[in-house]
C-alpha cells in the first residue's frame, strides 16, 4: 500500500506492480507456469508487454514477485531461516498448498 502522501506518479507505480503481479498470480493459478509469460500478463492486464519489461529488470526479478504474491495469498509459512529448519519447513508449506489447492 502507497504511504501518506505518496505522489502520483508512486502511487501509479504501485497500483501497475500489483495489476502486473496480480494478473501473473491469477494466469498462474489458472493456467500454470506456463501461462505465465510477459505477453500473456500484458494482455490480461491491458496494457503493453514494454510496460511489464519497464517494471522488472529481469525474469527472475518478475518470478520473485510472483512467487511472493502466491506465498501472500496461500498465506505460506515463513521460509527458514536456518538449514536445521528447513526440514520442518516442508510440511507445512505442503499442507498450505493443499488446504489452497483451489
Not at 501497475?16 to 505477453?39: F, N, Q, S, Y
Not at 496494457?47 to 526479478?61: G, H, I, K, L, P
Not at 496461500?74 to 489452497?100: M, T, V
Amino acid at each position: 500500500m502507497s504511504t501518506p502522501g505518496a505522489s502520483l506518479t508512486d502511487r501509479h507505480t504501485d497500483a501497475t506492480l500489483k495489476l502486473i503481479v496480480g494478473t501473473a498470480a491469477d494466469l498462474l493459478e489458472r493456467g500454470g507456469v506456463d501461462e505465465v509469460t510477459a505477453r500473456a500478463v500484458a494482455k490480461a492486464a491491458g496494457m503493453s508487454e514494454r510496460t511489464v519489461f519497464r517494471y522488472f529488470a529481469s525474469r527472475d526479478a518478475f518470478l520473485d514477485a510472483v512467487a511472493a504474491e502466491v506465498a501472500r495469498r496461500i498465506d505460506a509459512p515463513s521460509p527458514p531461516a536456518s538449514l536445521e529448519a528447513l526440514r520442518d519447513f516442508a510440511d507445512p508449506l505442503y499442507r498450505r498448498f493443499e488446504e489452497k489447492a483451489d
